[in-house]
């Protein structure tokens, strides 16, 4: 028996919509660079703005009247169009406000900001503010589009990690969205999610950028970062918090808001089938927790031992600090650096490893997140599952409990993580392939992969033994890593999940 879907009026397609948003955007660098007196730039995306509205609006009139399409395999084309296609359009104003550089750069640099990835070819130093307040603003954009899709189309369909908490058969996620997937259409629970996430989203944004000019930081500097962190997107005008002055009081409040990165129910209690369970008791919320404090304590333990004065308090809780900071905003994708994550060296004289900040990447942040990586929730699943077999193992006739969800997590939960860990791995090992043929050593395409897969581009400068700048990385190589960016945004399940016959019939 087919339930009866409600009638919706005819509207525009995604695509079009976003490119609506995406022309509006290119007023807020107009308005910044007429308020600083940059002229050329902000005649340049006033123009920009103007172009594209009415080249968005042309095409809304000749599609007018016309339904679009709602299949499953529209939604996910038009997300991957987005990540792709509309790039190109914020990098036409970027590239011609920016003398340095080709039409692929600034391409490049807006996939880099767009998928929240924060990989950058340009020196802050010598980049427009214009540019950067663009730049913080594409990536922001990014991270609200990551926020809707993930509730509106992801988890609808079982993926973005969603998957791990889909019942056995026929019953999938959609059980726990009934009402928004069988009484409402695609584009309506866009437009429902939007209209409730877009304002938690914007009211966030203000008050860490507010909270950050409170701690010392320049107007400018923090409304970059407030957009950068709020996105994960590690986006900054100076190079790093360090650069940015203030005080720690605004790595601290950075370090509040990263806790929207490891759990989806930090900011989605309120809607459809994301009730019922406290912060506290979530599973990736619980885990992030975990990683952090242990990967913190490990680092700080580890500079105690090779300090000579580790009486020291003051450099004691610098390096603590700094460890702490940093492995948070790794863990979630972030990648921007304590300003005393240089102090634990100091103290020490011992080099913090790389590698552990590459791990916390791959570990990533909640489902739902503007995190990339593996996710904590695929990672929760696989511990569970790898800790009942071996409560087998000593106790062959125990019964696992913890209710039926635990249970579906451990079996068909955990093996569906284990696909995409094993997918996720042969998506770094193809692209290190790759890069590699274009003339880049083994260790830096290792780092890069990672940097692209995991949406985390600051690791090419903090994690490799020798910073990796993106600059200096072959066009070619930069072309196979702009797309593990996009690959990493929307994840491979995804982009296989398109290539399902069955959703082209649908």
Request: include cysteine; proline fraction near 5%; glycine fraction near 12%.
């Amino acid at each position: 028996m087919r339930v009866a879907r409600t009638t919706a009026r005819p509207r525009q397609p995604l695509f079009v919509v976003l490119m609506w948003f995406g022309s509006a955007a290119m007023l807020i660098p107009a308005a910044h660079g007429y308020a600083v007196e940059a002229i050329r730039e902000a005649q340049t995306f006033l123009g920009g703005a103007l172009l594209f509205l009415i080249g968005s609006g042309i095409v809304a009139l000749a599609l007018r009247g016309r339904r679009p399409d709602e299949s499953a395999f529209s939604q996910l084309a038009t997300l991957l169009a987005a990540f792709v296609v509309l790039p190109l359009a914020f990098a036409l104003p970027f590239w011609i406000a920016q003398p340095q550089g080709t039409l692929f750069d600034a391409w490049f640099e807006m996939v880099s900001s767009f998928t929240t990835t924060g990989a950058t070819l340009y020196d802050p130093a010598r980049l427009p503010d214009t540019l950067h307040v663009w730049r913080a603003v594409v990536g922001w954009l990014g991270g609200l589009l990551v926020w809707i899709a993930a509730m509106a189309v992801f988890a609808p369909l079982s993926l973005g990690g969603f998957e791990v908490r889909a019942s056995v058969g026929r019953r999938d996620m959609a059980t726990r969205f009934a009402q928004v997937t069988r009484t409402a259409g695609p584009y309506e629970r866009l437009d429902r999610y939007f209209t409730r996430l877009a304002p938690i989203y914007t009211s966030l944004t203000l008050a860490l950028w507010l909270g950050l000019i409170l701690s010392g930081q320049s107007p400018f500097h923090g409304f970059v970062h407030a957009l950068s962190v709020m996105a994960t997107s590690g986006i900054s005008a100076s190079g790093g918090l360090g650069g940015a002055g203030g005080s720690v009081l605004g790595e601290v409040l950075i370090l509040g808001f990263l806790v929207l990165a490891l759990s989806r129910r930090t900011y989605s209690w309120g809607l459809p089938g994301e009730s019922g369970q406290k912060l506290r008791d979530d599973h990736e919320f619980r885990l992030g927790m975990l990683i952090l404090g242990l990967s913190a304590s490990t680092l700080f333990v580890r500079h105690w031992i090779g300090s000579d004065d580790g009486a020291d308090p003051a450099n004691a809780f610098a390096a603590l600090w700094g460890g702490l900071f940093t492995a948070a905003s790794f863990l979630t994708t972030l990648g921007l650096e304590s300003r005393y994550w240089s102090s634990a060296t100091l103290w020490s004289g011992l080099e913090t490893p790389g590698l552990v900040l590459i791990g916390l990447a791959i570990f990533g942040g909640g489902i739902g997140t503007t995190a990339g990586g593996v996710k904590l929730l695929r990672v929760h699943a696989l511990y569970h599952h790898g800790r009942r077999e071996i409560e087998r193992l000593v106790h062959p006739n125990s019964v696992g409990g913890q209710g039926p969800e635990a249970r579906r997590i451990r079996r068909e939960g955990a093996m569906i993580a284990w696909v995409f860990f094993m997918l996720f791995a042969m998506s770094i090992a193809a692209l290190m392939l790759a890069v590699t043929l274009t003339g880049v050593d083994f260790e830096g395409a290792m780092v890069l992969a990672v940097a692209a897969v995991t949406n985390c581009g600051p690791l090419a400068r903090i994690g490799a033994e020798v910073p990796i700048p993106w600059s200096e990385v072959p066009e070619a190589a930069r072309a196979v890593l702009a797309a593990g960016m996009v690959l990493g945004r929307l994840e491979l399940l995804a982009i296989i999940a398109l290539l399902n016959p069955d959703l082209w019939r649908g």
